[in-house]
């Protein structure tokens, strides 16, 4: 199987020229120490309909921590302000004996000093202007074998997709009035689902993204499972819009498998 590494810089460009930024990862702050741990898969499929091997079928499993890892008041807007140290860990790789293989770039690590005020568990602002961004004080990140120590993150925007997740936020999100449950160990959840579409079109390029978040206030952070499909079509300058043929899918499916307390950075 090939290795997740091999294949990221080539998907981070192609999702980066494809959408804007946008959140959607976090949407509440729980007690601080508190952990949780999401489990899952990354599938992407390779539309190859003139090989004689049929498409090319990869997967990885991949698992994301998402901890508060301590309080402290800063600046920000002005003011001093209560603010929180975000730690969130994405691992993507093979299986292996100690779980997963993540090689060279599979695991990235970034703590970033949030404004609670920042967190606001909605699509958009008061005035009406979409919650695109995590604003951090400061921050540093790290990828393995990469980073010999931890590099400061500069911009005073965490961006999460595409390299920390590829959900997205929209404009407008449909939220359903239907209650569902979601097993996290021993316990349900109530959530209930948000879902938003877009398509980004050019002379030669159609890229669909379709995300899925089933949302929980029983949760910490605010998510229980999600998931993301990102579809991409081309076709020659010169063809209609008619001949935009399937080249590549990918399906990202999450879900929390573990809340735990006492977290600790890793940084």
Not at 134 to 150: A, F, S
């Amino acid at each position: 199987m090939l290795r997740f590494s091999t294949l990221l810089a080539g998907l981070v460009t192609v999702f980066s020229c494809a959408s804007t930024q946008a959140q959607g990862l976090l949407w509440n702050l729980p007690d601080d120490g508190t952990q949780v741990h999401f489990e899952g898969t990354y599938k992407q499929t390779i539309f190859r309909p003139q090989s004689s091997k049929g498409n090319l079928e990869l997967e990885w499993l991949r698992h994301m921590s998402i901890s508060s890892v301590g309080k402290q008041d800063a600046e920000y807007q002005g003011t001093i302000q209560p603010c929180r140290w975000i730690e969130i860990i994405v691992q993507t790789g093979g299986q292996s004996a100690e779980g997963i293989d993540t090689g060279s770039v599979g695991k990235r690590t970034y703590k970033v000093l949030v404004p609670e005020s920042a967190i606001r568990g909605t699509v958009a602002d008061d005035e009406g202007i979409p919650v695109s961004y995590i604003p951090i004080i400061e921050g540093v990140r790290k990828t393995n074998e990469r980073d010999l120590t931890p590099q400061p993150i500069k911009a005073k925007l965490l961006q999460i997709y595409p390299v920390i997740s590829l959900i997205r936020h929209y404009d407008s999100m449909e939220q359903s009035d239907l209650e569902q449950t979601v097993q996290i160990g021993q316990k349900d959840v109530v959530a209930k689902e948000l879902s938003g579409s877009l398509v980004q079109e050019s002379q030669t390029r159609r890229i669909r993204h379709e995300t899925k978040l089933l949302r929980s206030d029983e949760v910490p952070f605010g998510l229980a499972q999600w998931e993301v499909k990102i579809a991409e079509d081309r076709k020659a300058d010169v063809e209609t819009r008619d001949k935009f043929e399937r080249v590549s899918e990918v399906i990202v499916q999450m879900k929390v498998s573990r809340i735990q307390v006492g977290a600790k950075s890793e940084l």
